[in-house]
């Protein structure tokens, strides 16, 4: 029972990590925040965070699939749960790494 207390604390420091990572780099960056949230056409936004999220979703449930293929035990909403936090940490770390990528491709 205390390593499964112990892991959700080490997810939780890691979650207000980077929480405060992100609002930093809001805050570091507020001027040019600003001028692109100004900029931004908030009705061409607003169908991409919706496809977004639906593609999101759809990640999410297949991957559930996939573990319903390999029987998992596990409930479906939790696998969907997996799923979709896989795919968003996913993303988020392969956005992290593409400037770097681009910089080898390109130099």
Sequence with gaps: MSSKIAIHRVALVLVALFLIAGALIIALNWKEMRQVLGQANWFLLAPSFLFTA???????????????????????????RVGF?????????????LPAYLCNICC
């Excluded at 936090?85 to 790494?97: E, G, I, P």
């Design 54 to 80: 639906l593609s999101y979703l759809c990640l999410g449930f297949s991957l559930a699939i996939v573990f319903r293929v390999f029987q998992t035990k596990e409930d479906f909403s939790y696998l969907f």
């Design 85 to 97: 936090v896989s795919n968003a940490a996913s993303y988020l770390l392969n956005v992290v790494a």
